[in-house]
């Protein structure tokens, strides 16, 4: 059977339609936010390139047919990009100029050199794009926490297959020219469109599973636009920011200030063991714990997957040890109390301004480490963070 450029193409579009359309509107009525959203514009910009090009092979729209295409195919990766670094909890905002900056420079590409080179033109600009935003994806899918979880890996081998592909494609087309034998039967746009069918549909599927996991691991699907999750508790951009404000205020009066990590260790291996329902009664256990136990005038926001941060008023360093003691011990009750009966090494970390002073930065690294010490060192429940005494 031979199949002709309009039939692929068509294919094509069929088969990206069901899949974008699919993801989109399960993102709309699981109101998610996030990786998620950013995932669904990029298989929106793979639906919408799909069109253009079924235009162009249709004989509608010429030269900017392929230009908006090939603009729009150069968006999917991007937003894949963008999506993991969100998951991670990474800026975007220097990353989307980035990706913007890569889609002009592929529409411009492909009307400069529409006269020399017709429905190729500007394909090697966007071919350089693709490959560079396919390894950036990549790349971030194999960070934590995206990269502990084995659908990350999947996906970063979508990505990193995209990537080979296309640098192929793109060598082959500067060495031979697209009108080559080789270049024409193994890489032309027939098998292009193949493979970006077969890369569509694995990418849905992982992307889908990484959203759910996501949902299922921190229980709080249903988000404010504020940043606070259904049950109250700020998501980590949130709770630093809103950190760091009060840190700076408090820092004008010479007030102390706490920040304390409650690092929940083995919940991975939890999961692992027990399944996900024992995994997210542990999870919501320590959640309801930290914000019951905290103080009225405290917040309480997420860290990572594993830890959850308060931020309080602390007016000395023995003050700050309680209170990290006692949000400690209200973990320990409600995990008593949890219908999985499972008691994972719970570790709380302190670190106050009078010891470290009044950067955000630095409390929430000291806290951290000593919570990761305390759950990690047999009979700690409480260190706090200090620097070393001078020799």
């Known amino acids: 059977m031979t199949l002709d450029l309009f039939t692929v193409t068509v294919m094509t579009a069929i088969v990206a339609s069901v899949a974008s359309i699919t993801y989109i509107l399960e993102t709309i009525f699981r109101r998610d936010a996030g990786p998620g959203r950013l995932w669904a514009v990029a298989f ?13 092979s249709s004989g509608v729209g010429g030269f900017v047919s392929v230009a908006v295409g090939n603009s729009l195919f150069v968006l999917v990766p991007g937003f894949v990009w963008l999506g993991a670094r969100r998951f991670n909890d990474r800026p975007i905002g220097w990353s989307l100029v980035l990706v913007v900056v890569f889609a002009l420079a592929s529409f411009a590409a492909a009307l400069i050199q529409a006269d020399d080179w017709g429905s190729w033109g500007g394909w090697t600009t966007m071919a350089a794009c ?5 390894v950036a994806a990549a790349v971030e899918a194999l960070r934590a926490p995206l990269g502990h979880i084995r659908s990350g890996w999947a996906l970063a081998a979508v990505l990193l297959f995209a990537a080979l592909f296309s640098a192929v494609r793109l060598v082959l087309f500067l060495a031979a020219g697209p009108a080559s034998p080789l270049f ?30 996501r949902s299922a691991e921190q229980r709080y699907e249903w988000l404010t636009e504020r940043g606070v999750a259904s049950d109250g508790v700020m998501l980590a951009r949130t709770f630093v920011a809103a950190s760091a404000d009060i840190i ?26 027990f399944g996900q329902e024992a995994a997210d009664d542990i999870s919501g256990a320590c959640r309801q714990a930290v914000r019951r136990y905290a103080p009225a005038s405290a917040i309480v926001g997420e860290d990572d997957e594993h830890r959850l941060a308060v931020a309080a008023l602390a007016p000395t ?25 499972l008691f994972p090494f719970v570790g709380a970390g302190v670190a106050f301004t009078g010891d470290v002073g009044y950067d955000v930065g630095a409390l ?19 260190l706090v963070d200090a620097p070393a005494a001078p020799s």
């Open 184 to 213: 024409s039967r193994w890489f032309g746009t027939i098998s292009a469109n193949i493979v970006t069918v077969v890369l569509t549909v694995v990418a849905a599927i992982v992307t889908s599973v990484l959203r759910s996991h």
């Open 248 to 273: 700076e205020r408090a820092s004008w009066r010479s007030e102390g200030v706490v920040i304390v990590v409650i690092h929940v260790e083995g919940l991975a291996e939890i999961r692992t063991a």
């Open 130 to 134: 693709l490959v560079a935003l396919f």
């Open 364 to 382: 929430l690294r000291g806290a951290r480490a000593a919570a990761r010490r305390a759950a990690a060192t047999p009979g700690a429940s409480v």
């Open 317 to 341: 360093a023995a003050d700050a040890r309680r209170l990290g003691a006692m949000i400690y011990r209200g973990c320990m009750e409600e995990l008593a109390r949890a219908d999985s009966g």
């Open 44 to 56: 929106f910009c793979g639906l919408s390139a799909a069109i253009a090009y079924m235009a162009w």
